[in-house]
């Protein structure tokens, strides 16, 4: 069965950080880009970070630029987001979505349908 696992949400005070990861199982992730996004309440789910599939070529979200840093580790399957600094608006349910594999994809996209899979999300909360 293919999946994509969230972890590392939480609770997590203004300023905080935490890491979010994404292990796939069933499937790798070689050549895959994988997408962080996240869906607040009574908003529509938007890109945070991709990165590329067969590199280390990444793309932020303005809002998180400086901030969010993503990174992936094939020997382990998974792929990180490192969130640093954070404010009461990054709260929200963080999605990690794989696309199917392309050895030749120049950049990853941040829109919701360029990607194949979805893991179930996991929540970040910021409050003081």
């Known amino acids: 069965q293919l999946q994509l696992v969230e972890s590392g949400g939480g609770l997590v005070q203004p300023g905080g950080s935490v890491r979010l990861s994404c292990a796939a199982s069933g499937f790798t992730l070689d050549y895959r880009a994988i997408g962080w996004f996240r869906q607040a309440p009574g908003k529509e789910r938007e890109g945070v970070s991709c990165?590329?599939?067969?590199?280390?070529?990444?793309v932020y979200a303005n809002s998180v630029t400086g901030r969010f840093t993503i990174s992936r580790d094939n020997a382990k399957n998974t792929v990180y987001l490192q969130m640093n600094s954070l404010k009461f608006e990054d709260t929200a349910v963080y999605y990690c979505?794989?696309?199917?594999?392309?050895?030749?994809?120049?950049?990853?996209?941040?829109?919701?349908?360029?990607?194949?899979?979805w893991g179930q999300g996991t929540q970040v909360t910021v409050s003081s």
């Open positions: 979505a794989a696309t199917f594999p392309s050895p030749v994809a120049v950049v990853c996209g941040m829109m919701s349908w360029e990607y194949d899979y």
């Open positions: 990165i590329r599939g067969n590199g280390n070529s990444t």
